[in-house]
């Protein structure tokens, strides 16, 4: 790994032993005032914005990640940081970044805690998940396109289609995790269970539960996975 974009300080001698170890990751690394104070050559090449444009930054203002809902990841009061800050680890989680350009682009980040005298570095590995975001897009919106095929052959077969049979529900757009979630369900796991196999806490598992709950329009996890095997977000 090439240190392009070094901190402006020395950093940390830990923190200096991850960043020089061999890794197929982008790494950045963000100091406890949320500094971006080194940028390899890999996240360059990942995210299209250069170390000169990114070291010295707020990351919240130069990174400008967010969700699948477009609400901001990166933020002045950083829940990554806060967990760092309390000794608690942080799952992965994808994001979307925008580029010089101006395209926005998938990565997943893995986060590496360590801790200094001033608090926290966050030493984050980037990997590429655009191709993965693409494909269930993608998938979304045949199964889109097909629930809508159904539906006008459905209406001809009732006459015509004058608009007095029943509606079928729209699919609602559900993040990657959320299908992992819901998949998971399907196979009979607890949130213990599914936290275990995706790295994340029973607390964080069941807060994208009650999000499917709400996404379906229902009101347990039977009738959800009911609903979403109907829709055609699960094989019957």
């Known amino acids: 790994m ?10 940390p001698l830990a923190v200096r032993g991850l960043v020089e170890a061999r890794t197929g990751d982008a790494v950045f690394v963000v100091d406890p005032e949320y500094r971006i104070v080194y ?18 930054r707020r990351c919240y203002e130069a990174l400008l990640g967010e969700r699948e809902c477009g609400s901001p990841v990166c933020t002045d009061d950083c829940p990554v940081m806060r967990l760092a800050r309390v000794g608690r680890p942080v799952s992965s989680y994808d994001m979307r970044v925008a580029a010089l350009s101006g395209e926005k682009r998938w990565v997943n980040v893995s986060i590496l805690s360590l801790d200094s005298a001033e608090g926290p570095y966050l030493v984050h ?3 590429d998940a655009q191709e993965k975001h693409e494909t269930l897009e993608m998938a979304q ?6 629930r809508k095929g159904d539906d006008a052959d459905s209406a001809d077969d009732v006459g015509g289609g004058d ?13 990657a995790r959320q299908l992992e979630v819901l998949g998971l369900l399907a ?5 213990k269970e599914i936290g275990g196999n995706l790295y994340l806490s029973e607390a964080t598992v069941r807060n994208h539960i009650h999000s499917l709950l709400q996404a379906l329009g229902a009101h347990s996890q039977l009738e959800a996975l009911a609903k ?9």
């Not at 360059?44 to 010295?56: H, I, Q, Y």
């Not at 196979?187 to 949130?191: D, E, L, P, Q, V």
């Open 2 to 11: 090439t240190e392009i974009g070094s901190s402006l300080a020395p950093l």
């Open 39 to 56: 940028w390899d050559e890999e996240a360059a090449f990942l995210t299209g914005l250069a170390a000169e444009d990114m070291v010295g």
């Open 125 to 127: 590995l980037l990997r």
């Open 141 to 146: 919106q045949l199964i889109r396109l097909s």
């Open 163 to 175: 608009g007095l049979g029943d509606e079928t529900p729209e699919t609602p757009s559900l993040t």
């Open 187 to 191: 196979r009979g796991r607890s949130a």
């Open 228 to 236: 979403a095997r109907e829709r055609g977000l699960l094989q019957s």
